[in-house]
């Protein structure tokens, strides 16, 4: 993987990380991704600790054959190593928000996709086999949030 996806990248309020040959499944790595993205930094973070712990599962849209149904979401898994992984690379991306001078709070991922990489050898194998390889790209972005507050003053002034 050359370079990042992401095209309109605004190095004013936005930050950007990059994993790159994580030893993860690409099919889970989707379906997080796919499951976290235009969340907040902190929701997802709450989200990845509850997959590692086994409290809460990502539900599966692409690559759901043969899973079983959990109550309320329907096919899902608990994809742990992925989610591990994962959640380094939203940590690494809000501590370059914040290097940036960006507002951690009003953080939420625009973009987060994982690709394919290449498969290298398991080294000192007898039997011919390949490792799984994803590179993982997060860019978030800061948002200003709404002013609750303000909107219902002006309602009760007039």
Known sequence: MKGYAFGNYNKGHMARAIGIDLPISLKQS??????IKDKNVRETKKILHNVIEGKAAIPFKKYNR??????????ARYPQKASMQILKLIEAVEANAQF?????SNLVITHISSHKSGKAWHFGRKQRRKMKRTSIEVVVEEKAVKNVESKTKQQMEK
Not at 66 to 75: A, E, S, V, W
């Open 30 to 35: 989707v379906e997080i991704c796919s499951y």
């Open 66 to 75: 043969d899973l079983g149904h959990k109550t309320k979401i329907g096919p």
């Open 100 to 104: 940036k001078g960006l507002n951690t």
